[in-house]
Structure formats: C-alpha cells, structure tokens
Nanobody, 120 residues
C-alpha cells in the first residue's frame, strides 16, 4: 500500500520560514497530482498548493508570493517552502496524492500531518 509521511513542521516566529517534506513509498506507479492541505482547529481542511505530474502548480490566494511547492520525482518527495509566515498560517499541514489508471476511478491518499505553529 501507498504511504505518505510528512516532516519539517515546528514552531517559528512571525516572518520566519519552514520547509515541509512529504515522502511517498509503496505502489506509486499510478500517482498523478500531489498537494498540501492545512487544517486549523475548528476550521475546514483547505488546499494550500498542488502540483501535477507534468509540473503545473496551483496556489491558494493567501499563500501566493510566500509559499513554493516543488516535486522531486527521483526521490518521490514533495516539498513546501514557506516564507514570511504569519500567525494565521498555524495549522496541521497534510500531504495528499491522487492516484488512478485509465478506466478506473480516481482515489486519494493522505499523510498523517505535521504541525506548524507561528507565534512569538
């Protein structure tokens, strides 16, 4: 089975930076798009950024110009570089991957999440 493992979260002061990583292992030959989502306490999980298997990226408006998503196919790893962090960025960040072969339904796999806390 496919497994996604996030790392790189922690405590940082406002204006600081963090780099999140998501390693994928298992049967990933049919993996397509990957993305980062986040969920703050009492709020709905929301998309932060995503990247397709051909390198097309998409960002939520509130992170444009501050966050950068990238993908290293050789290492099966997804990254999220977060700069100019704000207290409202505090959340659990989850890695997501889309799978599916031609003629079969798409399905999604989630990591367990990594905590990001932005506070002075």
């Amino acid at each position: 089975q496919v497994q996604l493992v996030e790392s790189g979260g922690g405590l940082v002061q406002p204006g600081g930076s963090l780099r999140l990583s998501c390693g994928a292992s298992g049967s990933i030959s049919s993996m397509h798009s990957m993305g980062w989502y986040r969920q703050a306490p009492g709020k709905q999980r929301e998309l932060v950024a995503s990247v397709t298997d051909i390198g097309v990226t998409n960002y939520a408006d509130y992170v444009k110009g501050r966050f950068t998503i990238s993908r290293d196919a050789a290492k099966n790893t997804l990254y999220l570089q977060m700069n100019s962090l704000k207290p409202e960025d505090t959340a659990v960040y989850y890695c997501n991957a889309e799978f599916g072969r031609i003629g079969f339904p798409r399905y999604y796999i989630w990591g367990q999440g990594t905590q990001v806390t932005v506070s002075s």
